[in-house]
């Protein structure tokens, strides 16, 4: 049972509820416009790059890369670190690790960068684009609407589903897409709702715009027998292993080149080269590939051409993606899938002919599948091909190629091509429970403000004498105006106290270390602690975000730690009817509000808020008090009308407390 809200909390919620499906529909709706707007910078792009190189013949191919890639480069010194590469996984860490701070501009950037790869020809997809996209237009309207994070997290994912469902003519696709690869299967009823709503408006927007046609026309799938199943799992072991081999050797050819001694530009430069000169030997391998894959559903395509077409594929979208050319993985996965799944098929005739069925079926079948595997999200693929043939027969065969592939798959390699980068560079998009907390929290409420300097003037003398009288072991250095020019660690005194012949000169600007990490007040302690681990520091310089030279105090690994357990001990004690089960660090926030009206003149203990209200209140900054920060709540401290209070329950709870 929740704490009681009375009637004006239901109406509030009701209202808040109401505001979020308009900014869902409103997403959807600038979804379908930004898809169509994407189209047609492709079509132009393909325009300027592969239709002025045509009358060379496939020599020109080359050409349209070198071109394409070259003015990539020069929007890549416009938009630094946001044009090149696959941007995806990217894009899911700025979601799940960053609070949600995806980058409103994303919505030109990628459009551009993604339009300009594919016209020149280079072999990614416009899947991954789109999802960012309409994740960046989610942002956009989040940040207008003022949301909070976790709201603002859940119109992202929106605006991603919008963009999936308006390129596939697919709601239910896109909505899953939303949910298995956005949101990492996170399953709440309210936010599923918004996004059913958001792809649900941009499918019926973009149909308004461009017509009600498929991506892939697909002949009517036929199973004449459900012996045929067998073949489909035999196919399904393939694809598991193929799987396997690509997300590994796309993240390995990605690693060489971000190793390679070559500049930044030469290495793209080199790669759309080679991709173009693949694309001369075997044709069909530029852009997405999407007419291959149309020949490849309606079975006008040898085996073993599809088996060389996919090969090839591997190569150039590896190779594409991994010196730089910015673009997706799913119009290479479907095309690997569906050349891998006819090849099969050919395969499988020769061999089980009785067991086999019709052409162009395992290719449908297998572009799925390959999808599921490589994601590692079965359901958006599954619901893809339903949309795309509109036919009940396929989900049989899909489901036992798909589920074979993906158990294939996540036991030989458990991570997706999307998370293996990441989980390489020590980031898990799955955040823990304990890491929830942490990233809940605000350093501001927590930080020491009294921290102990050191003028940059001192002499070793007395930079000894200020260490050894305190307890600190890490020390800003300060100039005359008070501001930071570097940090000096307790560490790193010991060797310094080996040399000889320190000269009397030496101060304290000598000793420190000029270039150190710092964090803003508005940071969670979930970064400070990544950062505290990442660096293995034991105190970070607070500063102020304005001024990155003005320090406002330290925050140490002790106060970290000891703000988690006054977080935990302080949720433990709320109602058990104010507890949502085993989620609850996923359901609960915490945020620095001031003293709501009907708190003012009143004590804690008087106010009974956990029981009443079902929030904690864990810090309290006195009004006329700023410098000297939080402290621990007086139960029987009447609070004033300018205090500051750091509250701690769910989103519904302190919306409510906030409004009294």
């Known amino acids: 049972m929740k704490p009681a809200l009375g009637l004006r909390g239901i109406v509030e919620n009701e209202r808040r509820y109401a505001w979020l499906i308009a900014l869902a529909v409103l997403t959807g709706v600038l979804g379908a416009v930004g898809n ?7 079509l132009g792009a393909t325009w300027l790059f592969q239709g002025r190189v045509a009358p060379l013949g496939r020599i020109g191919i ?71 996209i309409g994740g960046s237009i989610g942002a956009a309207v989040a940040r207008l609407a003022r949301l909070a994070t976790e709201e603002r997290k859940v119109l992202i994912a929106c605006g991603a589903g919008a963009g999936i469902a308006t390129t596939f003519n697919a709601p239910l696709g896109g909505l899953l897409f939303a949910q298995e690869i956005v949101l990492l299967g996170e399953v709440h009823l309210a936010n599923f709702s918004l996004i059913v709503v958001a792809t649900t408006t941009a499918v019926v927007a973009a149909r308004g715009l461009l017509g009600n046609q498929p991506v892939f026309p697909v002949t009517p799938f036929e199973l004449d027998t459900y012996w045929e199943c067998f073949t489909y799992g ?73 088996a060389v077409l996919a090969a090839a594929k591997i190569v150039g979208s590896s190779v594409s993606l991994g010196c730089g050319a910015p673009g997706g993985v799913f119009g290479p ?24 069925g019709p052409r162009g079926s395992y290719a449908l079948v297998g572009l799925g599948a390959f999808l599921a595997a490589t994601t590692h999200a079965p359901l958006t693929a599954i619901f893809l091909l339903f949309e795309m043939t509109q036919s009940y027969t396929v989900t049989i065969p899909a489901l036992i190629t798909a589920i074979v592939g993906l158990t294939i798959a996540t036991r030989l390699e458990p991570e997706s091509i999307d998370t293996l980068g990441l989980t390489a560079e020590g980031k898990s998009l799955h955040a823990t429970t304990d890491r929830q907390m942490l990233d809940r929290i605000p350093i501001a409420a927590v930080y020491r403000r009294d921290s102990e300097t050191i003028p940059e003037r001192a002499t070793l003398p007395e930079v000894l004498r200020i260490v050894a009288g305190s307890r600190s072991v890490t020390f800003p250095v300060v100039d005359d105006a ?48 990544r950062l505290l681990e990442g660096e293995a520091l034991e105190d970070v310089p607070v500063v102020d975000p304005e001024n990155p030279r003005r320090l406002l105090g330290l925050l140490s690994r002790a106060d970290v730690i000891a703000a988690y357990n006054r977080t935990v001990a302080a949720l433990g004690a709320l109602p058990a009817s104010a507890r949502p089960g085993p989620q609850w660090a996923d359901s609960y926030r915490v945020g620095v509000v001031s003293t709501p009206g009907a708190w003012v003149g009143r004590s804690l203990r008087d106010i009974d808020c956990r029981a009443r209200y079902g929030v904690a209140v864990l810090a309290v900054r006195p009004s006329g008090r700023i410098e000297s920060g939080y402290e621990l709540p007086d139960p029987d401290r009447p609070l004033g009308a300018g205090d500051s209070l750091v509250l701690a329950g769910t989103a519904e709870a302190l919306r409510v407390a906030q409004a009294l």
């Open 234 to 306: 035999v196919l399904g072991v393939v694809i598991g292993l193929l799987a396997v081999g690509y997300i590994r050797f796309f993240h390995a050819v990605a690693a060489r080149a971000r190793r390679s001694p070559w500049p930044r530009p030469l290495v793209l430069l080199a790669g759309l080269a080679l991709v173009g000169l693949l694309d001369v030997v075997v044709p069909g391998n530029v852009s997405d590939g999407y007419p291959v894959v149309e020949g490849a559903l309606a079975g006008r395509l040898a085996p073993g051409h599809m």
């Open 333 to 356: 996965i479907f095309f690997i899938g569906a050349m891998t799944g006819g090849a099969f098929r050919g395969l499988s005739a020769l061999l089980l002919p009785g067991l086999t």
């Open 482 to 529: 008070g501001e930071l020019v570097g940090v000096l660690a307790f560490g790193a005194l010991r060797s310094i106290l080996l040399e000889e012949n320190l000269g009397p000169l030496v101060v304290a600007r000598d000793l420190c270390e000029p270039h150190f990490v710092r964090l803003t007040p508005e940071a969670s302690l979930g970064d400070a602690f």
């Open 62 to 132: 080359p050409l349209a890369l070198i071109g394409g890639g070259l003015v990539l480069l020069a929007l890549d010194r416009l938009f630094p670190g946001e044009v090149l590469g696959y941007g995806f996984p990217r894009f899911l860490e700025m979601l799940h690790l960053h609070g949600a701070s995806v980058k409103r501009r994303w919505m030109v950037v990628k459009t551009l960068g993604a339009a300009i790869s594919l016209g020149a020809g280079a072999a990614v997809g416009r899947e991954g684009p789109i999802a960012q």
């Open 36 to 42: 169509v707007v994407f189209r047609d910078a492709i």
